[in-house]
């Protein structure tokens, strides 16, 4: 092995030594075009040491094309202190040649990355007006637009205006003065701004946000709640983060109320590195007093350690006991732990149930939900009379669910005699159908006529609810089962429960009437196949609104928005409600109850583990 290590390191050394020799013998242009060609096949530390040979070797530092896409090939190595450098440079000994535009630019995206807005929208203002192409200008426009909403500095925006000749980029700036003075709550100074703006030289790109502060100045306007909002918009789960996102714009879209507060977004692309990075952000600008995001249990974790003063708001719950070592995350949704605590007090505590039966999967994430509803009840002193477990896809439950209906025959008052049914044989198979339920497979007929106490066909009562958390993609195989079993008991569910496509079908729905689903959202999942995430739209709008309510306290320094959350005495949205517990009042300890029947979910009130409120008010 050790021969072999050897061998490929010695080859690699030989093929590092020929394209080196290869480059030795090219031209300056056939360097030049080798260098381009690496860099557009994403080969940047060839392309970046190419154009650094053609620098010393072939120009003695004096080509400022060759030191441009040096720079461009830093950049993409991330390798920023360097590229601006090599940019500098270049404005420096080459004044006014023809890649300025170019390296202003760089400088520009640069900036950006590295967080420094208003040097980002420097370069870009001074490279505006060197460009040519309307394509392009519209890129250039957007980065600026990005960079004014962020927020720029009020000194250097004064300043920038004063030097400024361009009147295209005179009303681009003055435009980003009104929107200072909109964050500043400065009704005064955003009218007089507005009425000076030259609207003939003010680009189209910009016309959304100089109607919405023209709208804005004709009524009473207040600082708004500056929100970052961090979500995976790339890489990763990207599919709830763009759900969360869109729920977050369809409730700014229908509010009018909502220009109290703004939100700035950051693409977190799933990663906990990427997310501390974006947080070293946000902490230096003064104007974001809190953090909404992020979704990924790897990003609430990266940010778990942190003792920052800034707040941020978790829209879904990581690790069950984040809260109590982490006090700046304020969980905005209940655990799957106190999801199965609110479950198993409902049913014991609001209830009264002592005769209460499980069936679950026994391996993942279900099984340690079914584990924390279990001890709950061992803690409120009951102890389930069945507890069944299955690991594989549940085509077959048949075993798991005659050991259920022999406790219930047990628990039959002891004149009646012991149970003989146990010797009926029951396919389960016989009940399973495809994911598109259309058919109902009825029990065969029995040969002989069955006495009372050997027939399947009783119903038995003694069991009071059963629990069945599923997994995703298994409400076909457990919903046409359960039936054939005629157990009369009050069914408990888990949001997989709510597939509503699949639960209204005829061999399901009419059967599980009357079950009840603690859930942390009040909505139903409407197709499994397209509308996977369509509660995290619903769980987007109600923070929004939650955020919202916030607003009209006017607390703009973290540590008081902190202490405002913990102290707040509840919000009951349109689906979710937030009441804060805990060791440092900062995990949401309410769940939502549902009801299902007549193929529709009824929302019966919140539960929070002691109150069970049953009318919901929104305020």
């Not at 637009?145 to 205006?161: A, D, P, R, T």
């Not at 007089?192 to 109607?211: A, C, K, R, V, W």
């Not at 046409?480 to 888990?494: A, I, R, S």
């Not at 059967?511 to 739209?537: E, K, L, P, W």
Request: hydrophobic share 40%; proline share 4%; glycine share 6%.
């Amino acid at each position: 092995m050790i021969k072999m290590v050897k061998i490929f390191f010695g080859f690699s050394l030989l093929n590092i030594i020929v394209h080196a020799n290869d480059f030795i013998d090219l031209t300056y242009y056939q360097k030049f075009d080798r260098g381009i060609e690496l860099y557009q096949q994403g080969r940047f530390n060839l392309a970046n040491d190419l154009f650094t040979d053609i620098l010393k070797n072939e120009r003695e530092y004096r080509d400022p094309a060759a030191q441009l896409l040096m720079a461009k090939c830093q950049y993409n190595l991330k390798m920023f202190d360097k590229a601006q450098r090599s940019c500098r440079s270049l404005l420096t000994n080459y004044p006014n040649c023809p890649y300025e535009m170019d390296a202003l630019i760089l400088m520009g995206d640069i900036s950006l990355k590295q967080g420094r807005i208003t040097n980002a929208f420097k370069h870009y203002i001074n490279a505006r007006p060197m460009i040519d192409d309307l394509l392009y200008l519209n890129v250039i426009d957007k980065r600026i637009y990005n960079c004014i909403g962020i927020g720029i500095k009020g000194e250097v925006i004064e300043g920038l205006l004063f030097r400024e000749k361009d009147s295209f980029n005179r009303s681009i700036i003055n435009l980003t003065r009104a929107y200072q003075a909109w964050l500043s709550g400065d009704s005064y100074e955003l009218d007089m701004i507005i009425n000076e703006i030259d609207t003939f030289h003010l680009p189209g790109y910009y016309s959304g946000i100089f109607g919405a502060l023209k709208n804005a100045v004709q009524y009473p306007i207040k600082r708004p709640l500056t929100i970052a909002v961090i979500l995976p918009l790339s890489g990763y789960e990207k599919e709830k983060g763009q759900a969360y996102l869109l729920g977050l714009s369809d409730y700014l879209k229908s509010n009018a109320d909502s220009k109290s507060i703004r939100f700035l977004i950051y693409n977190s692309a799933g990663s906990g590195v990427q997310t501390l990075n974006m947080i070293d952000q946000i902490q230096s600008n003064g104007d974001i007093i809190a953090v909404l995001g992020p979704l990924t249990k790897d990003e609430i974790l990266s940010l778990s350690g942190l003792s920052a003063s800034l707040p941020i708001l978790v829209p879904k719950s990581a690790l069950p006991g984040l809260a109590d070592v982490a006090e700046n995350l304020f969980f905005l949704s209940p655990s799957s732990k106190i999801i199965a605590q609110r479950t198993a007090q409902m049913m014991i505590k609001e209830l009264g149930f002592k005769h209460i039966a499980v069936l679950s999967p026994g391996d993942g994430n279900t099984k340690l939900i079914t584990d924390y509803f279990l001890k709950e009840c061992y803690q409120l002193g009951v102890d389930p009379v069945a507890v069944e477990w299955y690991i594989e896809k549940p085509e077959n439950v048949s075993r798991q669910l005659k050991n259920i209906r022999k406790k219930a025959w047990g628990l039959l008052p002891e004149k009646e005699e012991e149970d003989q049914s146990l010797n009926l044989e029951i396919d389960s198979l016989d009940a399973l159908f495809d994911v598109d339920v259309t058919d109902f497979f009825e029990l065969p007929p029995e040969e002989d006529e069955m006495d009372y106490k050997d027939s399947a066909k009783v119903v038995l009562e003694t069991i009071e609810a059963i629990y069945i958390p599923i997994r995703p993609e298994e409400l076909t195989y457990i919903g046409t089962q359960l039936p054939l079993y005629n157990l009369k008991t009050m069914l408990f569910g888990n949001e997989n429960w709510l597939d509503m496509r699949l639960l209204n079908q005829e061999v399901i729905g009419p059967h599980v009437s009357g079950m009840r689903v603690i859930t942390d959202v009040n909505s139903a999942i409407s197709n499994s196949n397209q509308d996977t995430f369509s509660n995290y739209i619903s769980l987007a709008q109600d923070h929004a609104d939650f955020i919202q309510s916030l607003a009209s306290y006017n607390t703009f320094k973290r540590r008081q928005f902190s202490e405002l959350l913990r102290k707040h005495s509840g919000y009951f949205g349109e689906h979710t409600s937030i009441i804060f517990f805990g060791k440092n009042n900062n995990e949401n300890g309410s769940a939502q109850v549902l009801e299902y029947s007549n193929k529709k979910l009824n929302n019966l009130g919140i539960y929070n583990g002691t109150k069970y409120n049953k009318k919901i008010r929104k305020r």
